[in-house]
Structures are given as structure tokens and as C-alpha cells.
């Protein structure tokens, strides 16, 4: 058992305390706002795109592309999807409050902290798999918040049909972690090569994805988000991080998913809300208070229940312990 407990803490400590350090960096004053908003831009444009694609590049016999796992991921988002959509319209009358509380219970952070929590879990392995996945979660992810967005909208922010379709289609094609993983795939499925500065320079700049990633991550955290809406952010946030993580972890487990599909699954789903959602409430008319203080929240919690799910996985022999 101790074992197990000490695999638990190493997987995800490291990762919270990077959180914790970029909290404590932007309360000191050490830089700017700007600052961290041009390293979460170079993340996601740059540092991210070239960590993906590494990943990829490197899994050159594509054993790291399950199909299964992909197809399970994909049915289990849209799932996750309709479900609160069913449901919350009957408890939640407001409805930018509706769309900001059905986006923060299914769209997860898989790529900020999802893919270095996959590497603490499963080192090699675990990023190349998470990389499968991410070619597909992501667009669902920024489809379905777009939908949803855009059908509680208020009426000034309300968009047409095709304008959603559009929007949609243009996120998709230009996310750069996409562009990242499809410019990898002619080399692992064809087994090219490039030069070794190549590779070298791209892996160096992938190296920084992760920690800087998680720093601007706690940086962007605003603990001090008001107390208007906190019991409708804490059941988002449950939702979020504990119950959609259960419910999709037991279903896996019954199909017979174990190691790494089922890590990549846990963290597809048991990550906190993407930083993203906030933005994208905010610009689209929704609760943005109540996106901001979800995304708090979720960040927070799942420290304890992604530390509890990995324990559990670990104990029972679902994952191996390293």
C-alpha cells in the first residue's frame, strides 16, 4: 500500500506545486499580466504544438494509436456532452449560467495538464497515447462549447447556424496542437526521419511546454472569484472532476480497458476544466463569472480526486506502478 500511496503523490504533486508556484509568482509581482499571457500564447502556438508532435513522431510503429481507445473516448465526450444538457436546463432558469455550467462539467484541460500528468504515469508511453486522443477530444471539446455557447447565448450574442458551423470548422483547422499532431503522422506512419538538429531543436522547445504551461496555469487562478454562484461552481466542479470520472472509469473498467488506455482515460475526463472555458464564456455572452470561479474550483478539487483515482487504479492492479 505504501507503495501505491508514494506512486500517487509523485504522479500528481509535482504537478499541483508547478500550479502552486505560478500562483505565488503572479500575488509577488515578480512579472506582469502580459507577461503571462504571452507564455500562455507561445504555449499553446509553440511549445505545445512541438511537444505534440514529438510525440507522436516518436511513436513510429503506432502502437501508442489505439483504436479502441479513441472510439471509447469520442462516444464517452459526447456522452458526457448530452447528459448535462438534458438535465440542467431543469435546474438552472438563467441561460448564460446554463451554458457556463454545461461546459465546465465536461470540457477538460487534457492538454495543459492532461498530457504532463500522461508522461508522470506512464513515461513514454503515456504522452505518445495522449497525443492519439487529443486529434479528437480537442475538436469535440471547442465544437460542443461552441454549440452550447451559442444556443444559451443572449439574444445579441445569439449566431446562425452556419455561422456556428464556420466557427467550428475554422477552430479546428488552425488549433495549432492539432496542426502539431497532423504534420507528425506522414513520419510515424511512413517511419521518416529528420535530421537530428531538427528534432533536437523541436524537443527542446517541446521540453518547456509542460512547466511553463502549469505556472501560467496557476498564475491565471483567481481565488478571490466573489461568492455569487459558488454551490451552483462547487456541483459543476464535482461534476467535473469526481462524478464524470467515475461513471466513465467504471464503464471502461467493465469493457476491460487497464494501463495506459485506462490512465489516458482517467485523465481525459478527470482533469479540471479547461482555462479555455473561461475565455470563451466570456466572449460569447455567458456567465463568465461563474466559468471563472468552475475552473478555481475544479483546479483545485481534482488534486485530491485525480491523487484518489490513481491510488484506487494503482492498488487494484488496474495501472501498474512504476
Sequence with gaps: MSDELLFSLNTVLPLILLIVIGYIIRLSG???????????????KVALPCSLFMSVYGANDGS???????????????????????????????????????????????????????????????????????????????????VILSIFAPAEKKQSVGKTVKKCLYGIVTNPLIIGIVLALPFMIFSLKLPDPITATVSYVGDIA?????????????????????????????????VVPALVLTVAIILGYRSVDLGIILILFGSPTAVSSYIMAKNMGSDSDLAAQILVMSTVICSLTLFVAIFLLAHFSLISVY
Design 64 to 146: 501508442a494509436f489505439s483504436m479502441p481507445l479513441i472510439v471509447f473516448c469520442v462516444a464517452a465526450i459526447v456522452a458526457v456532452f448530452v447528459i448535462p444538457c438534458l438535465i440542467t436546463p431543469l435546474f438552472i432558469k438563467d441561460n448564460p449560467s446554463r451554458g457556463a455550467f454545461i461546459q465546465g462539467t465536461y470540457r477538460s484541460n487534457f492538454a495543459i495538464f492532461g498530457l504532463p500528468l500522461a508522461e508522470r504515469l506512464f513515461p513514454g508511453a503515456g504522452r505518445a497515447a495522449a497525443s492519439s486522443v487529443m486529434p479528437f477530444a480537442i475538436p469535440l471539446f471547442n465544437i460542443f462549447a461552441v
Design 210 to 242: 509542460t512547466p511553463l504551461a502549469l505556472i501560467c496555469l496557476g498564475a491565471s487562478l483567481n481565488l478571490k472569484t466573489g461568492k455569487n454562484r459558488l454551490l451552483t461552481a462547487a456541483v459543476a466542479s464535482i461534476i467535473k472532476v469526481a
Design 30 to 44: 515578480l512579472f506582469t499580466e502580459n507577461f503571462f499571457s504571452g507564455a500562455e500564447k507561445f504555449v499553446f
